[in-house]
């Protein structure tokens, strides 16, 4: 069984032939591809089926959060469409994931289900306007516990909690990172950091979209990173 790329790209496109398009410029040896909400919302799952084919594993980042059946059922349909790793939103609760992660198990996949705990664009101040009176890091480590209680194989943090995360819950429980950029430019998303520093804190994977995709040659702003990632 081949390891698993640390590095994630995602594919920022608004149709399957762009997408493609740029995950030609990729190795899948070397890089999975993610594919979120816009790319799904037009094409459906044939952008999925389309790269699996290609021989990428594939990160479904559609983050699903909805009542208990019904987040289960979609789990084990990304499952069953080939997908490497799915998330859903930890803020679901406890019956939410363990249903997810007993319907992933029936399903004898082997895809990874992690969960979203503090999205990359919030900050204390983010969560205190929706009723969450915590730090970032209290409110990743409260639900990464419950995410690892419920049976899921790791959460989606962004690189500044990975490491308490690790110390918390132990090396094996995956720590997924978006906000991830080798210049200083943050864009939309505010607590950020760069490739190799994300691994020393703890990151398992890497998930980078603009910095890739819009670069002026993806396939070698991508070598760039993975060289930043001691992977060269």
Do not use: Y
């Not at 398009?21 to 899948?28: F, G, K, T, V």
């Not at 205190?128 to 419950?146: F, K, N, T, W």
């Amino acid at each position: 069984m081949k390891r698993d790329p640390r590095l994630v790209v995602a594919l920022d496109r608004s149709d399957l032939g762009a997408a493609l398009a740029l995950a030609e410029r990729l190795d899948p040896a070397r890089c999975a591809v993610k594919v979120g909400k816009e790319l799904f919302a037009r094409v459906g799952p044939e952008a999925v089926r389309a790269l699996v084919a290609r021989g990428f594993r594939v990160f479904l980042d559609l983050k699903f959060h909805d009542i208990p059946q019904t987040v289960a059922r979609a789990v084990a349909a990304a499952a069953d469409l080939g997908a490497w790793m799915v998330d859903l939103h930890a803020l679901g609760g406890r019956r939410m994931m363990e249903a997810a992660a007993a319907a992933l198990a029936r399903s004898g996949a082997p895809t990874r289900l992690v969960a979203v705990t503090v999205l990359t664009s919030m900050d204390a101040a983010a969560l205190r306007e929706v009723g969450i009176d915590a730090e970032p890091e209290a409110q990743v480590l409260r639900l990464a516990d419950l995410a690892a209680a419920c049976g899921l194989h790791g959460v989606v943090c962004s690189p500044w909690e990975a490491a308490a995360v690790a110390a918390r819950r132990g090396p094996d429980f995956l720590r997924v990172t978006p906000g991830i950029r080798p210049v200083a430019a943050t864009d939309d998303q505010v607590r950020v950091m760069a490739p190799a520093a994300a691994l020393a804190a703890g990151a398992t994977h890497l998930v980078v979209g603009r910095p890739i995709a819009e670069a002026p040659d993806p396939a070698a702003a991508a070598l760039a990173i993975l060289a930043e990632m001691g992977e060269g």
